[in-house]
C-alpha cells in the first residue's frame, strides 16, 4: 500500500538534501518563526515542515495536487487528525510493549510479528471504517485515490484471512513439520505443515481407533532434550517466520509513511488555526510555468511578522505580472524588509503547496530563491564587511540558475555609494539577462535612478508610504525613486524634534 499524499507517483522523502543556502534563507525570511508556528513543540512535525517547505516543488501541476488535498484538510479538520492519530497510536503501542519481531530465533520473530500484526490489524480497521464514513467528503485526486486504496485492499474478507492465519500461526494444537534424511542421516528440507482439524465430537474421538505413528514424550527435565526440539521447530518456522516478518515490516512502513506525509498537512492546519485566530487572510495562490513572469498579489503581509506580534499586520498590493526587477525604495522604517520577507516567505509557500498569507496571490514558480541580507560585521575580523558581502555573492551566482529569483535587502552599501551602486549595477544587469526575477530594497539613489532612467518595460519601482507629517503607513506604492529616506524622521523618534 503506498500513501502518495505530498506527489501523485512518489513517496515523500524526508532525507532530501536541503539547499545549500538553507541557513542563510532560514536567517534572512525568519522561517523558524514559521516552522514553529506548525510544530506546536513537535520535533517530528518541525523536521517534516522544514523539510517539505525547502524541498520546493517546481512545477504548477504538482503544486496543485498538494493545494487540493490541503483543501481537504482544511475542510475535515478533525477527520485528517484522526487519520493521523492512527499511525502514532502503532508508534505508541510498539514502545509500550515490546515485541520480539528483532530477535535471533525463528519462533521469537515469529510470535513478535503475530502479535505485530495482531495490532495492526485494529488499526487498519479503525482506518477502513474512516475510509467508509468520510470518503464522500473528500474531492482531491489524492485523498480519493487514498480512500480507494484502503477499502479496495482492506475488504472484509482481507481482515477474516489475515485474522484466520494469525490465530493458525500460534499453534494452540502444536506444530506440524515435515523434513527428510540427508546426508548422514541428518534432518533436511523442513517444511512447516498444516494441521488437520479433528471435528469429531470429544467421544467419537476417545473411542476412535488410532492411527499407527511413532512418538517420543521427553523427560521433564531434560534440557538439553529440550533444546534440540526448540532448533527443530526453529527450523521448520524459519521461513513463515520470514514472510510473517516481512508482513509486518510492510504495514509498519505503510504507517510510518502516513504518519510523515500527513505530518505536512497536520502543520499547515496548525497555522491555519493561529492565523485564523488573528484574523488574518490566507488563500490558495495561483501558480504559473517558470518561464513566465507572473507576480501580482492583494494583502499580502509578512506571516513571521504576525506570529511574533500576535496580531493583524499591514498587507500590500502590487501587480509586477511581466516584470523581472522590482526595486523598493523610500523611508526608513516604511516596511520595505517586511515587504521583502513577505515576498520570500510566500514563494516559498506556494512552492510547497501550501496556501499564503494574502487576499490573492498568482505568481510563477522559480527554480531556486537566494536571498542577500546586509550582515553584522565580522566579529572575527578575517574579512571586512563588504568583502564579505562579495563571497556570499559569488556563492550564489555559482548556484544560480535561470528562472530563480535573488532578494537583495541593502545590499553593497558597505562602501561609497557610488561603487556599491555601481556593482550592484552590474550584478542585478548580469543576472537580468540570465533570466533572474530580482528584488531589490536599496537606500542606494543612484542604483535606483539608474535602472529608472532605463524607462524598462520589465521593471517596477516601488517606494515605501510617507505621509506628509512624516507617519509611515507600512504600504508599497508604485513610485519612482527620492533623494531621501528620510533619515532625519528616525533622528527625530529617538532624540526629539530639533527646537
Known amino acids: 500500500m503506498r500513501v502518495f499524499l505530498m506527489h501523485p507517483d512518489r513517496d ?11 541557513a542563510a534563507l532560514t536567517e534572512d525570511l525568519e522561517l523558524n518563526i514559521l516552522f514553529n508556528a506548525m510544530a506546536l513543540g513537535d520535533e517530528f512535525l518541525f523536521k517534516v515542515v522544514r523539510q517539505a517547505i525547502f524541498a520546493s516543488l517546481d512545477a504548477p501541476e504538482a503544486i496543485r495536487y498538494r493545494q487540493e488535498i490541503l483543501k481537504d484538510c482544511l475542510k475535515n479538520p478533525s477527520i485528517v487528525r484522526k487519520i493521523y492519530r492512527i499511525p502514532i497510536e502503532s508508534i505508541e503501542n510498539k514502545r509500550r510493549r515490546w515485541m520480539g519481531i528483532f530477535s535471533s530465533q525463528p519462533s521469537g520473530i515469529l510470535s513478535g510479528a503475530v502479535q505485530m500484526l495482531e495490532m495492526f490489524v485494529v488499526l487498519l480497521r479503525k482506518l477502513k471504517r474512516i475510509a467508509d464514513e468520510h470518503a464522500d467528503g473528500f474531492e482531491s485526486p489524492g485523498f480519493k485515490r487514498f480512500f480507494a486504496m484502503i477499502q479496495q485492499e482492506l475488504s472484509d474478507d482481507y481482515f477474516a484471512v489475515v485474522e ?30 498444516k494441521t488437520n482439524h479433528d471435528h469429531r465430537n470429544w467421544l467419537k474421538r476417545v473411542l476412535a481407533r488410532k492411527s499407527p505413528s511413532y512418538s517420543y514424550t521427553l523427560h521433564p ?54 492565523l485564523d485566530q488573528l484574523g488574518e487572510p490566507i488563500v490558495f495562490p495561483e501558480p504559473a510555468p517558470a518561464s513566465e513572469r507572473q507576480h501580482s498579489f492583494t494583502g499580502l503581509y509578512d506571516v ?70 546586509k550582515r553584522e560585521e565580522d566579529a572575527t575580523m578575517t574579512s571586512g564587511k563588504f568583502d564579505e558581502e562579495l563571497g556570499r555573492m559569488s556563492a550564489i551566482v555559482d548556484n544560480i540558475t535561470p528562472n530563480s529569483m535573488v532578494l537583495f535587502n541593502e545590499s553593497f552599501a558597505a562602501t561609497n555609494e557610488r561603487e556599491g551602486s555601481e556593482i550592484a549595477r552590474q550584478i542585478v544587469s548580469a543576472l537580468l539577462e540570465k533570466r533572474v526575477k530580482v528584488f531589490f530594497v536599496t537606500h542606494l539613489y543612484e542604483l535606483a535612478q539608474s535602472f529608472h532612467a532605463q524607462g524598462m518595460d520589465n521593471a517596477i519601482f516601488l517606494r515605501a508610504d510617507r505621509q506628509e507629517d512624516g507617519r509611515r503607513t507600512y504600504k508599497l506604492i508604485e513610485a519612482p525613486p527620492l533623494k531621501t529616506s528620510y533619515g532625519v524622521d528616525a533622528y527625530n523618534k529617538i532624540f526629539g524634534e530639533r527646537k
Open 164 to 193: 484466520n492465519h494469525l490465530k493458525m500461526l500460534k499453534f494452540h494444537d502444536g506444530v506440524l513439520i515435515s523434513a527428510e534424511l540427508g546426508n548422514g542421516n541428518e534432518g533436511t528440507n523442513y517444511i512447516l505443515r
Open 12 to 22: 515523500f522523502n524526508v532525507t532530501q538534501k536541503l539547499p545549500f543556502n538553507e
Open 304 to 373: 513571521a511578522l504576525a506570529l511574533t506580534m500576535k496580531q493583524k499586520v499591514v498587507g500590500n498590493d502590487v501587480n509586477a505580472d511581466g516584470k523581472d526587477l522590482a526595486m523598493i525604495t523610500g523611508a526608513n522604517q516604511g516596511g520595505k524588509s517586511t515587504f521583502l520577507r513577505s515576498i520570500g516567505l510566500a514563494q516559498l509557500m506556494m512552492q510547497c503547496g501550501m496556501f499564503v498569507p494574502a487576499e490573492s496571490f498568482r505568481a510563477n514558480v522559480c527554480s531556486g530563491l537566494f536571498t542577500h541580507y
Open 221 to 274: 527435565r531434560d534440557d538439553a532434550g529440550a533444546r534440540a526440539l526448540g532448533e527443530l521447530r526453529d527450523r521448520g518456522v524459519n521461513l513463515v517466520a520470514n514472510a510473517v516478518a516481512q508482513s509486518a515490516d510492510h504495514i509498519d512502513s505503510f504507517f510510518n509513511m502516513l504518519r510523515l506525509e500527513l505530518a505536512f498537512y497536520i502543520g499547515c492546519l496548525n497555522l491555519s488555526e493561529h
